[in-house]
């Protein structure tokens, strides 16, 4: 099995969070492989840009998640071990990466990102950091 590290932001306007549609219609928070000697705290600030066209700071840690999937281009499982942030912006504009296949995407209400985002462990880690948000801000 392929294992990757990587690193991803959970990113926050106001009472507003970041998320992406990807083109699989899946709706996700933006995050990347973490390569060579880069550290997760910029992979974290380089992949809300590159995926999002937002530019944020980190106010925190978040936490880990772990998910496996079969790669049909590397014809294997592959894990990825990803660190999360929580992160602030100072606008809420977005700018979907369409070269990396993100179709739309925009900050949303967290009720509305609640029920737009596909997988549960990111809605857990949306809900626990948005409780640590409002905590620190």
Known sequence: MLVRN???????????????????????LPKGVIRSNNLPEDVAVERVAYEAGAKAR?????????????????????????????????????????????????????DEAMEMVTYSQDKSLLMLSYEKYKELV
């Not at 071990?81 to 977005?94: G, L, N, R, Y």
């Open 58 to 110: 980190i106010v925190s840690p978040a936490g880990r998640t772990n998910y496996e999937f079969y790669s049909i281009s590397r014809m294997r499982p592959v894990c990825n071990k990803i660190t999360w942030f929580i992160m602030e912006a100072d606008d809420d504009k977005v700018v979907p990466n369409a070269a990396q296949n993100f179709g739309d995407g925009g900050f949303f209400d967290i």
């Open 6 to 28: 990587c690193a991803g932001g959970v990113v926050f306007h106001k009472d507003k969070v970041l998320i992406l549609k990807n083109e699989k219609h899946e709706w996700v």
